[in-house]
């Protein structure tokens, strides 16, 4: 539940469990199931079989399709869809599970709770709505003001329960995502408020997410070996995830999954402008920038959190190494990985930079052959998987939420609004709550501290 460790650094396992022999034993598993399989040696006995069981069916079963992440394929490619959760975007999919957890780790605890977060658009939906309504738990939710999308504001600030708090912080979500890591680091408020996690930075939320890579990879290599199919894939043989990619949490849980025994021969690291990720595969140089604004706002993040769990991986473990590349990063803006860093780098990533006007071209040109609707951040994450489409291995695109969810994209691509699905179509017109506040740490803790004491 803490997410951020005291000494300002991020959690990682001792060891990553090795599938690799049991790939055929996995292949029929639900998502459920497969769940459970993979997350046990991280929870080690630590919570009861019978409880995670009863903790993963409640999570998965407010899902609206039965594989909770299914594949189809999608003009030459696969795609993933993580979308089909309460909110409509691939963040449900931990995030369902998280908030069953800490209702659970709570109520054997008898204890309270001041969950802290950052969102560029979509994380903090999923987690106001796994966590509302919960016993023992305040949400505060920080995101840029005028940077979300309308519809994704209103999914945060219609939410009538009174545990839920929405705010909107003057700046880019790397000024909100800043002020949650230094409230998370002032161990004397952290300790006064008892702050717990939903962004990345938490574990939890790389755990639940490698299912879905595992579960991706057994859905493609069925359709491989499906009737009028060539059959060229076999259980075993590798194939592409491409990713599109803002904090780092999604991809680099396709790496956890790799390194768990998954055939994953390369993932597709792919950015919109904000492509400080991209050029550090490109050249080697990590360099903070301004955020731009795009229209796949979830990526417009410059400084991604999890970042730093692949800089310890890179490094051997070795967090001296990864100190010197972050306080270089904060004293110069940028540092510059030598070459046997780079090698590693080059062995993991394929990336790709896509702006907008290519996003707004692959939604249009994918819907004109297929009559399939990628929302913005998927189209920069399918355009990549395309210009990196290897002969005879399959490539999946990760599709992370609805299009309808990004109107004004559409809008371009097509000519025409997207159809609301219904959750979306009943925001309109609800009463909305919601401050805004400076990107100042100090009002930030007076506003939480005057909101959990009208709430005692």
């Known amino acids: 539940m803490t997410g951020l460790a005291p000494d300002g650094g991020l959690f990682l396992p001792e060891s990553l469990p090795d599938f690799?022999?049991?790939?055929?034993?996995?292949?029929?598993c639900s998502f459920q199931e497969l769940f459970k399989r993979l997350a046990a040696p991280f929870i080690d006995g630590s919570i009861p079989d019978v409880v995670l069981d009863s903790l993963v069916e409640r999570s998965y079963a407010v899902f609206d399709h039965p594989d909770v992440t299914p594949v189809l394929p999608v003009g030459g490619l696969y795609v993933c869809e993580l979308f089909h959760g309460p909110t409509l975007a691939f963040k449900d999919v931990a995030l369902q599970f998280l908030g069953n957890l800490f209702e659970h780790l709570l109520g054997q605890r008898e204890a309270r709770l001041t969950v802290l977060g950052a969102t560029s658009g979509d994380t903090g939906?999923?987690?106001?709505?796994?966590?509302?309504?919960?016993?023992?738990?305040?949400?505060?939710i920080l995101y840029p003001h005028g940077r979300v999308t309308p519809i994704q504001e209103m999914q945060m600030t219609t939410v009538e329960d009174a545990n839920i708090h929405p705010i909107a912080i003057e700046g880019t979500f790397d000024d909100a995502q800043r002020l949650v890591k230094e409230l998370f680091?002032?161990?004397?408020?952290?300790?006064?408020?008892?702050?717990?996690?939903?962004?990345?930075i938490n574990w939890v939320r790389v755990m639940a997410q490698i299912t879905y890579y595992f579960f991706a990879y057994f859905r493609v290599v069925e359709f491989q070996q499906g009737a009028g199919n060539d059959g060229k894939?076999?259980?075993?043989?590798?194939?592409?995830?491409?990713?599109?990619?803002?904090?780092?949490?999604?991809v680099y849980a396709g790496l956890m999954a790799r390194g768990m025994g998954l055939p994953v021969e390369k993932l597709i690291l792919a950015t919109n402008a904000n492509a400080i990720l991209h050029d550090l595969v490109a050249s080697g140089v990590y360099r903070r920038g301004e955020v731009r604004q795009t229209l796949s706002p979830?990526?417009?993040?410059?400084?991604?959190?999890?970042?730093?769990?692949?800089l310890f991986d890179l490094a051997g473990r070795d967090s001296g190494r990864v100190n010197d590349w972050l306080d270089e990063l904060s004293?110069?803006?940028?540092?510059?990985?030598?070459?046997?860093?780079?090698?590693k780098v080059e062995q993991d990533f394929i990336s790709e930079r896509v702006d907008d006007r290519e996003t707004v071209e692959t939604i249009r040109s994918v819907h004109a052959e297929s009559g399939y609707l990628l929302d913005p951040h998927s189209a920069v994450g399918f355009r990549a998987g395309e210009k990196h489409r290897r002969e005879g291995m399959p490539t999946i695109a990760m599709v992370t939420a609805h299009p309808a969810k990004f109107s004004d994209a559409i809008r371009q691509a097509i000519g025409r609004e997207p159809e609301l699905p219904p959750s979306l179509a009943r925001l309109a017109g609800l009463a909305e709550r919601k401050q805004v506040l400076p990107g100042n740490p100090d009002a930030l803790r007076k506003t939480i501290r005057e909101t959990l004491a009208a709430r005692s």
């Open 185 to 200: 680091n002032d161990h004397a408020f952290n300790a006064e408020v008892s702050l717990g996690a939903v962004n990345s």
């Open 331 to 343: 004293r110069k803006g940028k540092f510059t990985l030598a070459s046997q860093y780079r090698a």
């Open 125 to 140: 939906s999923a987690a106001i709505h796994a966590l509302k309504g919960r016993k023992g738990i305040e949400v505060f």
């Open 298 to 310: 979830s990526m417009d993040i410059q400084l991604a959190s999890n970042f730093e769990r692949y």
């Open 20 to 28: 690799s022999a049991s790939l055929e034993g996995l292949q029929e």
């Open 233 to 250: 894939m076999r259980l075993g043989d590798p194939l592409r995830f491409s990713v599109p990619t803002g904090n780092f949490g999604h």
